[in-house]
């Protein structure tokens, strides 16, 4: 068989933390021409450090016979030690399944970057996105936003940060 057959037939999931991340991720995709897999919220990134992840990992591998997982996840500044919490709660058998896209800070970084938006190191790229739209738009910045934004990315800008722009090699 030839390896694109194979590849066409793997199951991904991505786990993400929340809805509009998984809609924000899909329309990227599509813009770049890939298909992506199955999207499940886990609802909030302290579930992604607790049994709930395993449980999430557990059913799709015995349910939907998944072969391989992307966890999408905010870095919040340290997206070293993110991973690094998140392989504990990976059980070895899985670990050679698992991928991640984790985010220096937020998701909304790639925005801030593609729109040329100052982040100051104390503010989370949300915060300065809010900012931004308050300043020129006349509203602030809510979550169920984020897809809307995939129109405005700059994935030139994006593929500079390398450290941000892991999505294509990973999707």
Same mark, same amino acid.
């Not at 786990?15 to 809805?19: T, Y």
């Not at 809510?142 to 809307?148: F, G, I, R, V």
């Given at each position: 068989m030839r390896a694109g057959y194979l590849e066409e037939l793997s199951i991904k999931l991505y786990?993400?933390? +929340?809805?509009y991340d998984g809609e924000f991720l899909r329309r990227i995709s599509q813009i770049l021409g890939k298909r992506i897999g199955k999207i499940y919220p886990i609802k909030g990134k302290p579930k992604m450090f607790s049994p709930k992840l395993l449980r999430v990992i557990e059913n799709n591998v015995?349910?939907?016979?998944c072969d391989e997982f992307v966890i999408v996840v905010d870095g919040d500044g340290n997206p070293k030690e993110t991973i690094k919490r998140l392989n504990v709660v990976i059980p070895q058998k899985y670990k050679s399944r698992v991928k991640f896209i984790v985010f220096e800070? +937020?998701?909304?970084?790639?925005? /801030?970057i593609s729109l040329g938006i100052n982040v100051p190191e104390f503010m989370k790229p949300s915060e300065a996105l809010n900012d931004y739209l308050r300043n020129h738009k006349g509203e602030s910045y809510?979550?169920?936003?984020?897809?809307?934004?995939v129109e405005v990315l700059d994935f030139n800008k994006l593929a500079l940060f390398h450290h941000t722009w892991n999505f /294509?090699?990973?999707?």
């Open positions: 786990i993400v933390e +929340e809805k015995v349910v939907y016979e800070k +937020e998701i909304e970084e790639w925005i /801030t809510d979550k169920c936003m984020l897809p809307e934004f /294509t090699s990973t999707i």
